[in-house]
C-alpha cells in the first residue's frame, strides 16, 4: 500500500493511492496515519480494503508528511561509502546517529524556507525507514519486523550550521521546513529489497544526485537495531538513512548552494518523487 496524508498544513487528512494513480480518502475508517495506524494488524486491514469504495480526493490537493505523531526524526550521517568520498571523511566504524528537529518535518511538495543567515543550505535524498512496532535493543535477525515502511526524505542541510558553529550537527539540520517527507508510506511488502533502489535529486533540472541504496555502509537492517541499543524506537518514528553522492558540499572544483527561487526533484524508485521550490523566509 500506499498511505498518504492530505489537505491544508494540520489539517490534513489520512488516505491511500489506488492502482490508477488516484487518491483515496480514508477518514471513514481511520482518524490519521500515526503509530496506531501503522501497527501490523491495523495495516492489514487496510490492505483488505477495495480502494474503488473509498471516496476520490480531487487532484491537485496539498499533502503533507506520510505520517504524524512521531516521537524521534533520527538522522544518520556519512552512510554512503561514495558520499564519504566526496566529502573527504573516514568511512565510520559505527553509524553515526543525531537527531532533526520535529519542526523540521515538511510536505513532499511544500517550499522550503532558506533561513535569513544561510550560506550554505544544502540537499540530501534519503531512503526514510518508518517503525510499525516499539524497538528496543532488538537484534539484526529481528529488526525487519519493527519496519512499518518506506518514504522518500531530504535531509535538507544548513552546512556552516552544521559543522562550522561548534560540534554537535543537530543545529543544522533542524530548521523550519528541513525535513521534507514522502509523498507516500509505502509498506515494506511493496519494498522487497531496500538495498536495490535508485535514489536522485534534480536542481533547476539537473541531475545532481544519482545514486543507490546498495553503497550504504550499514543497511536497514543493521541501523534499525543500531539505533534502538541506544534509542528506543516508537511506531512511527522515522529514520533517515544518508545520502549518496552529489550534495552541494562535495561539489568540484567548488561547492555550492541552494538559493530562494530553485526547484528541487527528490525521488526513490518505488517511492515517489517530492517537488519543492526554495524560498526566501519572509517571501
Known sequence: MKLLRHG???????GMLDAQGVIRDLSSVLNDINGDTLAPGVLAKL?????????????GTRLGPPVTGMTNLICIGLNYADHAAETGAEPPKEPIVFL??????????????IPPHSRKTDWECELCVIIGTTARYVSEADAMNHVAGYAVGNDVSEREWQA???????????FETFGPLGPYLVTKDE???PQALRMWTDVDGKREQDGSTATMIFNV??????VSQCITLHPGDVIFTGTPPGVGLGKKPAPWFLKAGQELRVGIEGLGEQRSRTVAYGA
Do not use: M
Not at 490492505?47 to 487532484?59: G, K, S
Not at 532533526?100 to 524556507?113: R, T
Not at 554537535?168 to 533542524?174: A, E, R, Y
Open 8 to 14: 491544508p498544513k494540520g489539517q490534513e487528512k489520512p
Open 47 to 59: 490492505a483488505a480494503i477495495n480502494p474503488a469504495e473509498l471516496p476520490a480526493v480531487p487532484a
Open 100 to 113: 532533526k528537529s520535529l519542526g523540521a518535518l515538511n510536505g513532499p511538495f511544500d517550499d522550503i524556507i
Open 164 to 174: 562550522e558553529r561548534g560540534p554537535t550537527w543537530d543545529k543544522g539540520k533542524g
Open 191 to 193: 519494498v522487497p529489497d
Open 221 to 226: 537492517r543493521q541501523l534499525v537495531s543500531y
